[in-house]
């Protein structure tokens, strides 16, 4: 059964500082992971996926690693800004597109 | 392009009534998921239809739920009788062609919030 850990479950950080967040799943054969944002009452937006094949995906100020075979990812947010308060979920995707989820990050960027 | 929509927002019953929640995933889109978010916790998936049939409904408690999705397009997800323990917040998402594309996202509706008192 696949596991899904993020480390850690809370952040807070000053304006401008480059954090990484951290997500540990167990099982190796995935077919892609994800990382989402999540802010209060809302759903879930996707921010970056990275397919199994890849080491790494980038958007703007967020770049995402993927090493399966230690089973990590890491998502990098460089030069945070108060709007990136949030909570990022890290999932993988299995057999038929199941997404198995970590518990999340809550960041708070402070100004 | 309009998004996953949900409907209602927030819903709040006692335990032992029943309670349903509406989705409407976006238009073309041949994969339905609903999933469970209990507070502090990752989104768990409850069901997963690839048009109207289900693919995958292995942690949906079926003695008190049922989801349908009528003619591959909306879904209703039904709790009942609803315990303490469901309250959470419901999230419906919707992919273009789910379990035939495993490399595509899922895109996520703001969720129901149930609250069983």
């Known amino acids: 059964k696949q596991e899904v850990t993020q480390i850690p479950a809370a952040l807070s950080v000053p304006e401008g500082e480059n954090l990484v967040l951290n997500c540990s799943f167990t099982?190796?054969?995935?077919?892609?992971l994800q990382w989402f944002r999540q802010d209060p009452g809302k759903g879930l937006t996707s921010l970056l996926l990275?397919?199994?094949?890849?080491r790494e995906q980038t958007s703007g100020r967020l770049n995402a690693s993927l090493d399966k075979s230690s089973g990590r990812s890491t998502l990098y947010i460089a030069a945070s800004q108060p709007g990136d308060s949030a909570t990022y979920l890290c999932?993988?995707?299995?057999?038929?597109?199941?997404?198995?989820f970590g518990t999340g990050t809550q960041l708070k960027v402070e100004l | 392009e309009a998004g996953v929509a949900q409907s209602p927002r927030y819903k709040i019953i006692e335990k032992r009534q029943s309670v349903a929640f509406w989705c409407n995933p976006i238009?073309?889109?041949?994969?339905l998921y609903w999933y469970q978010q209990i507070l502090g916790q990752g989104p768990k998936l409850l069901i997963q239809?690839?048009?109207?049939?289900?693919?995958?409904d292995s942690q949906l408690p079926k003695d008190r739920f049922s989801a349908e999705r009528l003619k591959g397009v909306d879904s209703t997800l039904k709790i009942q009788p609803a315990k303490l323990e469901d309250s959470a917040v419901y999230l419906c998402?919707?992919?273009?062609?789910?379990?035939?594309?495993?490399?595509?996202?899922?895109?996520f509706g703001p969720g129901t919030r149930l609250l069983v008192l």
């Open positions: 998402a919707s992919s273009l062609k789910g379990q035939l594309q495993p490399q595509e996202t899922q895109y």
């Open positions: 999932a993988v995707a299995g057999g038929g597109n199941k997404l198995t």
């Open positions: 238009s073309g889109h041949a994969t």
């Open positions: 990275i397919q199994s094949s890849q």
């Open positions: 099982d190796s054969a995935i077919y892609n």
């Open positions: 239809f690839q048009n109207n049939g289900v693919v995958d």
